[in-house]
């Protein structure tokens, strides 16, 4: 009960932080970026917005050949470094210091909290490890670690990969 307990409170800190900094940070997307927006300056934006822009700028360019562009890669959250990802959200908190929004530090030590509690090679490598063991003795399912050793050439940073699946991821 008492773990309950601190795992209910814990998701609410990080739930505030996450609607606190989006608020903040939502002003320093380009207008048209329809991923992950939070919608507190403006309307919260979807991805049928996203495909109402694509009529009306094809209906206003007629003819004219056009191209749209989306994409997903694969692992991505597991190959980015701790370093880049706080290098990142400083540079937003500059930007918005420049825009006259203080970001409050509470805030940024809930994110190095959040940020430090996991690595790619501490938590879900060795839980790759295991499941794969126990499910996969013939090894015919794809298990990219291989593939990530080979990105950072053998040397991955201990502090590799974001916590996904969070209000803050």
Same mark, same amino acid.
């Given at each position: 009960?008492?773990?309950?307990?601190?795992?209910?409170?814990?998701?609410?800190?990080?739930?505030?932080?996450?609607?606190?900094?989006?608020?903040?940070?939502?002003?320093?997307?380009?207008?048209?970026?329809?991923?992950?927006?939070?919608?507190?300056?403006?309307?919260?934006?979807?991805?049928?917005?996203?495909?109402?822009?694509?009529?009306?700028? +094809?209906? &206003?360019?007629? =003819? #004219? @050949? *056009?191209?749209?562009?989306?994409?997903?890669?694969?692992?991505?959250?597991?190959?980015?470094?701790?370093?880049?990802?706080?290098?990142?959200?400083?540079?937003?908190?500059?930007?918005?210091?420049?825009?006259?929004?203080?970001?409050?530090?509470?805030?940024?030590?809930?994110?190095?909290?959040?940020?430090?509690?996991?690595?790619?090679?501490?938590?879900?490598?060795?839980?790759?490890?295991?499941?794969?063991?126990?499910?996969?003795?013939?090894? +015919?399912? &794809?298990?990219? =670690? #291989? @593939? *990530?050793?080979?990105?950072?050439?053998?040397?991955?940073?201990?502090?590799?990969?974001?916590?996904?699946?969070?209000?803050?991821?």
């Amino acid at each position: 009960e008492m773990v309950d307990k601190h795992l209910s409170e814990a998701t609410i800190i990080i739930g505030q932080t996450a609607r606190y900094l989006g608020a903040r940070f939502d002003q320093l997307l380009v207008p048209n970026s329809y991923s992950q927006r939070m919608g507190f300056e403006t309307k919260h934006r979807t991805h049928h917005d996203a495909v109402e822009a694509l009529l009306g700028y +094809r209906k &206003a360019h007629g =003819t #004219k @050949q *056009l191209w749209v562009a989306e994409c997903d890669l694969r692992g991505f959250f597991d190959c980015v470094s701790h370093a880049v990802a706080r290098h990142a959200l400083q540079q937003a908190v500059v930007a918005c210091g420049e825009r006259g929004m203080k970001i409050d530090a509470r805030a940024l030590s809930i994110v190095e909290a959040y940020l430090s509690s996991y690595s790619f090679s501490t938590v879900a490598v060795p839980a790759a490890k295991q499941w794969f063991a126990a499910h996969d003795r013939a090894g +015919r399912l &794809a298990n990219h =670690t #291989k @593939q *990530l050793d080979q990105l950072w050439n053998g040397a991955a940073p201990a502090s590799l990969g974001l916590p996904q699946g969070g209000a803050l991821s």
